[in-house]
């Protein structure tokens, strides 16, 4: 199957899920990613794998106009609801891939994607392409979880992930991502870096596959009990599996024309 098939039949089925858990629609990261986005935030924005709308509908309240732009149409679904719940009349959903966005040069004030970037398999085009529609002096918000440095940890992480969900395609180390967004053209202006404590059973949830999930339970928590961290603080406490994701969010712009 296609990789973009699978990112849809994935985010078909974990919208719902997805939607309502407490831990993507925590105000404080929502609160952290819109305050990044500055004065730009008040023109025209693109939301890049927006997903069910959270970000979308929290910075639609100050944009003039905002686009909600994903892949997959059940999570534009959730997307549209969240807004018009909120009282949004500024946002537009357009589906597609974000390796080819369908918007002119220089269409955005700002352009911005929250936890996005690991399942992309072509991460470098996508900035690209982020870089193309943003406008001179426009700003970039991106915020993804990141994986250790080292090569081990970092491998056993992302095959955790894509056992997890196969439309994880890889998690980024900082650097890689940091590099990414510099090679395509951008200058980042800020950067800040925090770990989000998680629970194996809770994250496992959102997937909503059972069947799959139940026997990767198994061998986490096995992982966790020999004492591997994947590089994410995998450990038990109290009988709970734990771990921690690192976020990154960086703040940049395209330099002027
Ligand atoms: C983990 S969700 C994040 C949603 C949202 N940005 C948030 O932070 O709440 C990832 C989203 O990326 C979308 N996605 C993945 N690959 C994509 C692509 N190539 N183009 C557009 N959207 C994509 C999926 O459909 C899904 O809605």
């Given at each position: ?77 959730h ?10 009349t ?57 994986s ?42 800020t950067?800040?870096?925090?770990d ?5 059973d809770?994250?496992?949830?959102i ?38 994701h ?12």
């Open positions: 199957m296609d990789h973009l098939q699978r990112v849809k039949e994935e985010f078909t089925r974990q919208a719902a899920t997805f939607a309502s858990s407490a831990a993507i629609t925590d105000e404080q990261l929502t609160i952290r990613f819109s305050e990044a986005v500055g004065a730009n935030g008040e023109g025209t924005i693109l939301d890049v794998a927006c997903g069910p709308g959270i970000i979308a509908a929290a910075l639609a309240e100050k944009a003039r106009e905002l686009v909600a732009f994903d892949l997959t149409p059940e999570m534009l679904e997307a549209r609801r969240r807004c018009a719940n909120a009282g949004r500024n946002v537009t959903f357009r589906e597609g891939s974000a390796t080819d966005l369908p918007f002119a040069a220089s269409s955005f004030d700002a352009v911005v994607t929250r936890l996005a970037i690991h399942h992309f398999t072509e991460p470098r085009r996508v900035f690209d392409e982020m870089l193309r529609v943003l406008r001179p002096i426009g700003t970039l918000v991106v915020a993804d979880v990141v250790s440095e080292n090569a081990d940890e970092s491998g056993l992480q992302n095959a955790i992930e894509t056992l997890r969900d196969p439309s994880h395609a890889r998690m980024l180390a900082l650097s890689e991502l940091v590099s990414h967004v510099e090679g395509a053209g951008f200058a980042i202006e950067q800040s870096t925090w989000k404590p998680r629970e194996l809770e994250w496992m949830g997937v909503n596959d059972p069947i799959r999930v139940a026997p990767l339970r198994t061998v986490v928590r096995a992982l966790a009990q020999a004492g591997k961290t994947a590089g994410m603080g995998l450990s038990l406490a109290d009988g709970r599996t734990v771990f921690f690192r976020w990154h969010l960086i703040v940049a712009r395209k330099p002027p024309a």
